[in-house]
């Protein structure tokens, strides 16, 4: 081969390297099962893209979001990447594991099948590459360094305050936290948004006093913190229907919902359900425990 041709040929190999490059994530053909040994072998954790035919945002994803060549060379290099149809086989077997109801959902799994991170819907590569990084340096995240400050004894209250809420944010165990806080900073104030959140994230016994407070005013603090006061009367509504179903006393449930019905209303306003509509649902949620 003269020179000339052996310049082409490798240009052209070339050529064909950078396009294998720009595609971005190479999803493997293989099963689950197989999936897991590599990643076994190999070190890493999986990336899977849990799909559904008829989805369009699913499409969507793949034509735009997987193709992104920065994220693809990250991705290909530290994970195994899997496309599974939801309904199907592994894909549906991982959507009842993970009580999963939505298309598109990726998931970052470990080698032994531990939810690692899990993104829903069509988002962008930033987003994807945001969590992937979360993965394979979990040092570099706001959760990780929190909790190391947390772990060599510092205990500062805005510092405690940030680490409630990532830990909510990030789905992880908080109680410990929580008790810390306030064993430390008892005095709620619960107009402060940050300090509603370690109230929202703390007890839900009626007779608390910070529970009191919010039941006994609770158009004021909905109108102050909108979302966190239904997420909180929702948590004190399900703690009912759990602690009643623990004592196997179900007038106990309703007498404590007739305790917390004017604090929803006022709460969910238009949104509320009615009396015997709330008790109704309370009834299902027991009966199911």
Request: net charge negative.
């Amino acid at each position: 081969m003269n020179k000339l041709k052996s310049g082409i040929f490798l240009l052209a190999i070339l050529l064909f390297s950078s396009a294998g490059q720009a595609e971005g994530i190479e999803f493997e053909k293989i099963s689950l099962e197989q999936a897991i040994k590599k990643a076994e072998k190999q070190g890493k954790p999986i990336f899977i893209d849990i799909y559904a035919t008829w989805c369009g945002p699913c499409k969507t994803l793949s034509k735009t979001t997987f193709k992104d060549a920065d994220l693809g060379a990250f991705m290909n290099e530290h994970f195994i990447n899997l496309k599974l149809d939801g309904e199907l086989e592994d894909g549906a077997e991982l959507m009842e594991k993970f009580d999963l109801g939505a298309y598109p959902t990726m998931l970052f799994l470990s080698s032994d099948v531990e939810m690692l991170r899990m993104i829903e819907g069509l988002v962008s590569p930033e987003t994807v590459q945001e969590e992937a990084n979360a993965v394979v340096f979990p040092e570099s995240t706001l959760i990780f360094q929190l909790t190391k400050r947390y772990e060599e004894g510092e205990r500062d209250q805005k510092m405690m305050q940030e680490l409630i809420h990532e830990s909510l944010l990030e789905d992880k165990e908080h109680a410990t936290f929580v008790e810390e806080y306030m064993r430390l900073f008892p005095k709620l104030d619960l107009d402060d948004t940050d300090e509603f959140i370690v109230f929202g994230a703390g007890t839900n016994d009626l007779d608390d006093e910070n529970v009191k407070t919010f039941l006994a005013n609770a158009e004021h603090f909905s109108e102050l913190h909108e979302n966190l006061a239904e997420w909180k009367i929702t948590l004190l509504i399900i703690d009912v229907v759990s602690s009643s179903k623990a004592q196997g006393d179900i007038k106990l449930m309703e007498s404590k919902m007739e305790q917390l019905f004017p604090a929803y209303e006022q709460i969910m306003g238009e949104n509320a359900l009615s009396k015997p509509e709330l008790l109704g649902a309370m009834h299902e949620i027991y009966n199911e425990r």
